[in-house]
T-cell receptor, first 116, second 114 residues
Framework: GENVEQHPSTLSVQEGDSAVIKCTYS??????FPWYKQELGKRPQLIID?????GEKKDQRIAVTLNKTAKHFSLHITETQPEDSAVYFC???????????????FGRGTQLTVWP | DTEVTQTPKHLVMGMTNKKSLKCEQH?????MYWYKQKAKKPPELMFV???????INESVPSRFSPECPNSSLLNLHLHALQPEDSALYLC?????????????FGPGTRLLVL
C-alpha cells in the first residue's frame, strides 16, 4: 500500500517567520493530497489540498507544492501566527486500486509551534 | 449543514459494558468512515461505508461493530473493550469514495475504557 513520510516531526518558528513541512509518498497512483490541521482536542480540519494535475496551489498565507516526478509535496505557511500552532498531517489518496481507492494515507504529523 | 456531528463527546465504559457511538451528516455524502486516533498519532482507518454498504474493514477486532442505518447515520457499537481501546474515535464523510473527494471529520468521541 501507500506509504507517506512526513518531516519534520516538530517545528518551532518565531511569529512572522515561514514554516515548511515536507511529505513524500510511494505510490505513483496517488493523485489527491490533502493537508489537515488538528488543534489540541479538536477535529482534523482540511486547510488545503492539491490534485496531481496542478503543481502549486495557494490560499492566502498557505500554499502547497507538488512534484509528481519526485513524489513529494510540501506545505508552506508564511507570516506565521500563534494560532497556526497545531499538528499538521499530510495525506495521499490512490486513484485506482480497488480497496485503497479513496483511502487517506496519513503522514505521522508535524507539531508546529509558533512563538509570539 | 456542512458539518459532521458525533455523540457523545466523552464516554467512559467498563470492559463489560456495551455502548454505541453515533455519527451524523446532512451533506448528502455517500461515503462514511470510522477512524481511531491515539494521542500525537495520525488517524487510523477502521471502517468505510460506501452507499450504506461496508466496503473496507481494516481487520478491526469484532468487539467493534459498525452499522450504517441510512445514508446520513453511522454507528459504532462497542462491546467488551480493552483499556488499550481508549482513544479518540473520529467519524468522517465524503461525497463519494470513488472520486477521491475531501473527507470531513466530526469532532470525535473521546473514549476511556477502565
Amino acid at each position: 500500500g501507500e506509504n507517506v513520510e512526513q518531516h519534520p516531526s516538530t517545528l518551532s518558528v518565531q511569529e512572522g517567520d515561514s514554516a515548511v513541512i515536507k511529505c513524500t509518498y510511494s505510490d505513483s497512483a496517488s493523485n489527491y493530497f490533502p493537508w489537515y490541521k488538528q488543534e489540541l482536542g479538536k477535529r482534523p480540519q482540511l486547510i488545503i489540498d492539491i490534485r496531481s494535475n496542478v503543481g502549486e496551489k495557494k490560499d492566502q498565507r498557505i500554499a502547497v507544492t507538488l512534484n509528481k516526478t519526485a513524489k513529494h509535496f510540501s506545505l508552506h505557511i508564511t507570516e506565521t501566527q500563534p494560532e497556526d500552532s497545531a499538528v499538521y498531517f499530510c495525506a495521499a489518496t490512490p486513484a485506482d486500486r480497488g480497496s485503497t481507492l479513496g483511502r487517506l494515507y496519513f503522514g505521522r504529523g508535524t507539531q508546529l509551534t509558533v512563538w509570539p | 449543514d456542512t458539518e459532521v456531528t458525533q455523540t457523545p463527546k466523552h464516554l467512559v465504559m467498563g470492559m463489560t459494558n456495551k455502548k454505541s457511538l453515533k455519527c451524523e451528516q446532512h451533506m448528502g455524502h455517500r461515503a462514511m468512515y470510522w477512524y481511531k486516533q491515539k494521542a500525537k498519532k495520525p488517524p487510523e482507518l477502521m471502517f468505510v461505508y460506501s452507499y450504506e454498504k461496508l466496503s473496507i474493514n481494516e481487520s478491526v477486532p469484532s468487539r467493534f461493530s459498525p452499522e450504517c442505518p441510512n445514508s446520513s447515520l453511522l454507528n459504532l457499537h462497542l462491546h467488551a473493550l480493552q483499556p488499550e481501546d481508549s482513544a479518540l474515535y473520529l467519524c468522517a464523510s465524503s461525497q463519494d469514495r470513488r472520486r477521491q473527494e475531501t473527507q470531513y471529520f466530526g469532532p470525535g468521541t473521546r473514549l476511556l475504557v477502565l
